[in-house]
Structures are given as C-alpha cells and as structure tokens.
C-alpha cells in the first residue's frame, strides 16, 4: 500500500506559480512513477504530467508542456509539480497518482488538491 498527501493547492493570477508536493508512504516509493492529473468541474479527469521511478524521464501533456515541471526526490518520498505561467484553464483539483510504470495505470491515489486560477 502507499498512502499519497497532496498540499500546495491554492488561489493564484493569471501569470502567477505554485508548487504542488506529494508525499508518499507505505511501500518503496522509488519503486513507483508517479504522475499528476488534473480534474477540472464538469471535465473528466486528465494527464498533466509523469515522471520514471529514477527521474531520468518525464512526460507532460502538451497543454503545460514548457511551463510545468515535474520532479522527484527519493530522498523526502515527495514528488513535486512545479506550475509558472498559469492560466485560468488550469483551474482543477490536481491528484498525484503512483504506478509500477509511467504508462500503466495508476495503483494508488491521492485525496487532490484544488488549484484556482483567477484571470
């Protein structure tokens, strides 16, 4: 089992950054790749962005490609989403997810994160 806490979510500009961190627990989180997604109201649930369990490869949807960063750091078991150039469209809850590859299905979820943008 690995028990994943969502925080930095908050109220932001247009143009404005966040950093979203994900702290994991339980099972060894190098393991895993982790990945962001997002849920806007009335939308389904989306990719934003992944990353390998060594952090040598990263994948982003193109909407936040060159404007979100993902990371990792084994040594906190906290993964980050680091968001510049928002924009109201970015306005969602944002959910970290673990999985035993970068493209297979996600295991385990966190509780999310609401991130508003406002224009």
């Known amino acids: 089992q690995v028990h994943l806490v969502e925080s930095g979510g908050g109220l932001v500009q247009a143009g404005g950054s966040l950093r979203l961190s994900c702290a994991a627990s339980?099972?060894?989180?190098?393991?895993?790749?982790m990945r962001w997604f997002r849920q806007a109201p009335g939308k389904e649930r989306e990719f934003v962005a992944g990353?390998?369990?060594?952090?040598?490869?990263?994948d982003y949807a193109d909407s936040v490609k060159g404007r979100f960063t993902i990371s990792r750091d084994s040594a906190k078991n906290t993964v980050y989403l680091q968001m510049n150039s928002l924009k109201p469209e970015d306005t969602a809850v944002y959910y970290c997810?673990?999985?035993?590859?970068?493209?297979?299905?996600?295991?385990?979820w966190g509780q999310g994160t609401q991130v508003t943008v406002s224009s």
């Open positions: 997810a673990a999985a035993r590859g970068l493209y297979i299905l996600p295991d385990y």
């Open positions: 339980g099972r060894t989180f190098s393991n895993y790749a």
């Open positions: 990353i390998n369990w060594s952090g040598g490869i990263t």
